[in-house]
């Protein structure tokens, strides 16, 4: 698995570096690699703790994003997804350096900061209290799948989606681009549709879910959805 799990870090690393990078025509830019440093300490962070702790979370997190246990709707979810997540950064780096069409005060580009880190505490949170965060919807039954109340759960229903729209505010913050903060509706309304459908899924098929889901009120954000 740390094999496994070195050669998928190395990998994310290279594709994440060419989504930045490539667009803005030039390594020259602190906030790109602010943003790698950021997000991958963090990420390094959670996985050393699942590789202690909850290795069956860290082998479900390595999965590939498209399985065949994944329902289908979630599999076209998943690749429009992937596939704005990439234009997105694209556009970010073309708006930010190439073309500097945006200019970021170097306060928000801070704050921006702030919400990654933030946004990945509230990420770490979820894995710590669900030994079922799957990236992909899916039944865990070989794994004895059972509906998760506490810690973050306790609050939204959705925590690592709450956690995500952090994220996705930081990051055009912190890398200088408007254009990239514009993108945000769609971004939040294709998270919005899966955690909608996803909630679907699990009140069909897991015992106790629809009971939870009446019980916890709010999606993602308190007293707003």
Not at 106 to 120: E, F, K, P, T, Y
Not at 131 to 146: C, L, M, N
Not at 175 to 180: A, H, N, P, V
């Amino acid at each position: 698995m740390v094999a496994r799990l070195i050669k998928q870090s190395v990998i994310w690393f290279a594709i994440m570096m060419g989504l930045l990078f490539i667009p803005a025509g030039t390594l020259d830019w602190p906030a790109g690699w602010v943003f790698l440093a950021v997000f991958g300490l963090t990420s390094f962070v959670m996985t050393r703790w699942m590789l202690r702790h909850n290795p069956g979370l860290l082998a479900e997190r390595m999965a590939p994003l498209i399985q065949r246990e994944q329902k289908t709707w979630d599999k076209v979810l998943m690749l429009v997804l992937m596939l704005l997540w990439c234009t997105w950064f694209v556009v970010m780096g073309l708006d930010a350096v190439r073309f500097g069409w945006s200019h970021v005060p170097l306060w928000l580009q801070m704050l921006g900061v702030l919400a990654i880190l933030v946004s990945m505490y509230i990420i770490f949170l979820t894995v710590q209290a669900n030994t079922f965060a799957a990236p992909v919807v899916k039944i865990q039954r070989e794994r004895g799948h059972s509906v998760v109340s506490h810690g973050p759960y306790a609050v939204v229903r959705h925590p690592m989606y709450a956690g995500a729209l952090l994220l996705i505010v930081g990051t055009p913050l912190l890398l200088g681009s408007w254009l990239g903060l514009a993108m945000l509706p769609l971004i939040v309304a294709l998270l919005g549709t899966r955690a909608v459908m996803e909630e679907r899924t699990l009140a069909r098929e897991l015992d106790g879910y629809a009971a939870y889901a009446a019980r916890v009120q709010y999606r993602l954000i308190p007293r707003v959805w």
